[in-house]
């Protein structure tokens, strides 16, 4: 069982270009999400999506797109990197948006130069 | 808006010593608990979770922790260290809301063990 998988897991990348962080769950899982974690910020939450078809903004949205076309992917979309999105980037699912216990991916590391 | 507040930055206890790590929360509701831990380079591990009923919760690796409602506060602990529990711990509010669950972490508390 694989449970969430991430890719890349890192990367360095030119301000200005396009970039997706890929995200795969194999638990049937009907919400995710994505959070950045910074030094002494602790994770923020990006965006979310309750069940496949829908997403919703988190924390801190700007500068990052969504979709989730079906159950078990959810990418996440850098349309033009900036320096500022330099983190490491979290996937996590739970079985429902009703309080259930998030599991979390491995991450991934990006660099923004 | 939930909030969390882990006080302490870094801890460093001796090995077979026993722990505490402290956290704050505020909600407006009931909310549920989380304590994650993470070691270098790896992703989130549950440790335990609250959610309702008894409020001393048990966990994984002989973590415990207790919510003490009144003090708004769901601090865990281990009554004997070990040195591969040197980590960095994360607790976690979630919130249900019309926009679905939703965690807010604090900011962490790395642990280092002393043999």
């Known amino acids: 069982i694989a449970g969430i998988t991430q890719a890349p897991t890192s990367q360095i990348l030119a301000a200005g270009r396009r970039m997706t962080l890929r995200c795969t769950q194999d638990?049937?899982?009907?919400?995710m999400y994505w959070y950045r974690q910074d030094l002494g910020l602790g994770l923020r939450l990006i965006h979310y999506?309750?069940?496949?078809?829908?997403?919703g903004k988190g924390e801190v949205p700007d500068g990052y797109s969504v979709s989730r076309a079906n159950t078990d992917d959810f990418p996440l979309t850098l349309a033009s990197a900036v320096p500022s999105q330099t983190s490491v980037y979290f996937c996590?699912?739970?079985?429902?948006?009703?309080?259930?216990?998030?599991?979390f991916g491995p991450g991934t590391r990006l660099t923004v130069l | 808006a939930q909030s969390v507040t882990q006080p302490d930055i870094h801890i460093t206890v001796s090995e077979g010593a026993s722990l505490e790590l402290r956290c704050n929360y505020s909600?407006?509701?009931?909310?549920?608990l989380f304590w994650y831990v993470q070691s270098p380079g790896q992703g989130l591990q549950l440790l335990l979770k609250?959610?309702?009923?008894?409020?001393l919760v048990q966990g994984i690796k002989g973590f415990e922790a207790e919510f003490k409602r009144s003090q708004s506060s769901f601090n865990l602990r281990k009554p004997s260290v070990h040195w591969s529990d040197a980590a960095e711990y994360f607790c976690?509010?979630?919130?249900?809301?019309?926009?679905?669950?939703?965690?807010?972490f604090g900011t962490g508390t790395q642990l280092k063990v002393e043999l």
């Open positions: 996590a699912s739970s079985a429902s948006d009703s309080g259930d216990t998030q599991y």
């Open positions: 638990m049937r899982h009907n919400a």
């Open positions: 976690a509010v979630g919130a249900v809301t019309g926009g679905g669950n939703k965690l807010t």
């Open positions: 609250y959610f309702s009923g008894d409020t």
């Open positions: 909600y407006g509701a009931t909310p549920y």
């Open positions: 999506s309750n069940t496949a078809g829908t997403t």
